[in-house]
């Protein structure tokens, strides 16, 4: 008898359980006791976790495209478990009807293995995890203008689907200062096909933040860069309708809306 209460007190100690709703394309970061915190997990793969601020930080982010629920299950030094589903919603994304030059597109051979060799040379170092702070503190905007597209819009260019606005666009006059958001590492600083002069800084963590269109570019690959540091002008260069600055956040190796992931990181 004593057996089956002791069992029966563990089974309904270990499946502590909660859920968590995260609109697709948002981040959300899960906070423990760096004292008790052990590990965690999805599909009995480890997830990444770091210490920040005395506490153990868990990044998990929805993708935008082809969401799915997940359950993690989190470990404790006191062998007890936590059950955590994260349940995706759509969010209320808008649509948004752009006019460019049909080569932008509805891109030529001859510069589709340029296309292909950019974004799988991208992808490699979004899914590369630098495993320690690169950041210093809060992120900031990479300068202070309105708002002229946010994350998540789908795209229509020349009202043919084509995309989904992975970042924020911000008003910005070619020759506009643009300002690295945190500390880093800049990992990409070229021309690109679609985004034009393009620059992204590695912040550490599976952080990266991106500085799209630009028309000039201040810092080159390898280089350590500081919060609030010049990155590069603003521009026209790339796949656009005018001048602005792109600005985009990738969370293990996930585009997230930067002003949300900003806005949810500096209160931790």
């Known amino acids: 008898m004593r057996k089956i209460l002791f069992f029966l007190c563990f089974f309904i100690f270990v499946l502590e359980a909660r859920e968590i709703d995260l609109v697709k394309g948002q981040v959300v970061f899960l906070e423990f006791d760096k004292d008790k915190f052990l590990q965690i997990s999805s599909n009995s793969k480890n997830l990444p976790s770091f210490e920040y601020k005395n506490k153990i930080i868990v990044s998990v982010a929805m993708p935008y495209k082809n969401p799915k629920n997940r359950k993690l299950i989190v470990e404790f030094k006191d062998n007890s478990k ?33 296309i292909s060799k950019e974004y799988n040379h991208a992808i490699k170092i979004y899914n590369t995890y630098t495993n320690i702070a690169l950041f210093n503190g809060d992120f900031i905007y990479p300068l202070g203008s309105k708002i002229t597209s946010d994350f998540g819009k789908a795209r229509l260019f020349n009202d043919s689907l084509k995309s989904y606005h992975s970042g924020t666009d911000f008003r910005a006059a070619t020759g506009t200062k643009i300002y690295a958001s945190n500390d880093g590492i800049v990992r990409i600083a070229s021309n690109r096909y679609y985004a034009g002069n393009s620059v992204v800084i590695d912040h550490g963590y599976g952080i990266y933040s991106q500085y799209y269109h630009l028309s000039k570019l201040n810092v080159k690959v390898g280089q350590k860069i ?43």
């Not at 649509?95 to 080569?103: I, R």
């Not at 002008?233 to 190796?253: D, K, M, Y």
């Open 82 to 114: 936590e059950e955590i589903l994260i349940k995706f919603s759509e969010g209320s994304y808008q649509k948004e009807f752009l006019k460019v030059s049909a080569s932008k597109v509805n891109p030529p051979k001859e510069v589709l293995e340029r």
């Open 226 to 268: 500081k919060k609030g540091e010049l990155v590069g002008l603003s521009g026209a260069s790339g796949r656009v309708t005018g001048p602005h600055l792109h600005f985009g956040i990738l969370v293990n190796g996930v585009q997230v809306d930067p002003l949300d992931f900003i806005a949810k990181f500096n209160i931790l």
